[in-house]
Antibody, heavy 121, light 110 residues
Framework: QVQMQQSGPGLVKPSQTLSLTCAIS??????????WNWLRQSPSRGLEWLGRAYYRSKWSYDYALSVKSRITINPDTSKSQFSLQLNAVTPEDTAVYYCARGLMMKGLDSWGQGTLVTVSS | QSALTQPASVSGSPGQSITISCTGT?????????VSWYQQHPGKAPKLMIYEVSNRPSGVSNRFSGSKSGNTASLTISGLQAEDEADYYCSSYRTSNTLVFGGGTKLTVL
């Protein structure tokens, strides 16, 4: 059974970089069947998909237009984890952030526990 | 404003059936058989209930079913139970390889 454990700071200052990590157990970050996703949820924006990384002979990345200029998702095969970096954050980036596994087009079947990140000085 | 449109709330009595709609466009819901539905209880991560329009993951009750017609997908819950009270979200893959969600529907079991 796949488990996903998130870690990272809960408070980030405006204009700085939000960084979160998702550790995977029970699957491989370089699996040819999976995609590794980041999402966030806030009262104002609802549940919002941010992006994903997946390996199909090479690494590929897809990002939501709303954050495309600020986001990076990095897989780390040596540690079986993947990370989220969101640059130049503002208070509007305050949300609960989730990592999740997707299997091809079959939905997001495993989720991290969620991390509340507050952007405030 | 969410990419997919869901009703803000629905309600039903125990034992009844309810249906939640999810309306998109031909670039997402109507164009792909990749609609998923998620259940979320307060303070918890979403849980996958339906994938590829009408398939249930292992362990999900057969009281949950999904369908699609044109640009609108639907989630039906039959034999409502108290533990079904939660928020429900639809999602779909969209042209340009992105994933979009609905605004969520709060289900109240009366």
């Amino acid at each position: 059974q796949v488990q996903m454990q998130q870690s990272g700071p809960g408070l980030v200052k405006p204009s700085q970089t939000l960084s979160l990590t998702c550790a995977i157990s029970g699957d491989s970050v370089s699996s040819n069947n999976a995609a590794w996703n980041w999402l966030r949820q806030s009262p104002s924006r609802g549940l919002e998909w941010l992006g994903r990384a997946y390996y199909r002979s090479k690494w590929s990345y897809d990002y939501a237009l709303s954050v495309k200029s600020r986001i990076t998702i990095n897989p780390d095969t040596s540690k079986s984890q993947f990370s989220l970096q969101l640059n130049a954050v503002t208070p509007e980036d305050t949300a609960v952030y989730y990592c999740a596994r997707g299997l091809m087009m079959k939905g997001l079947d495993s989720w991290g526990q969620g991390t509340l990140v507050t952007v405030s000085s | 404003q969410s990419a997919l449109t869901q009703p803000a709330s629905v309600s039903g009595s125990p034992g009844q059936s309810i249906t939640i709609s999810c309306t998109g466009t031909s670039s997402d819901v109507g164009g792909y058989n990749s609609v998923s539905w998620y259940q979320q209880h307060p303070g918890k991560a979403p849980k996958l209930m339906i994938y590829e329009v009408s398939n249930r993951p292992s362990g999900v009750s057969n009281r949950f079913s999904g369908s699609k017609s044109g640009n609108t997908a639907s989630l039906t819950i039959s034999g409502l139970q108290a533990e079904d009270e939660a928020d429900y979200y639809c999602s779909s893959y969209r042209t340009s390889n992105t994933l979009v969600f609905g605004g969520g529907t709060k289900l109240t079991v009366l």
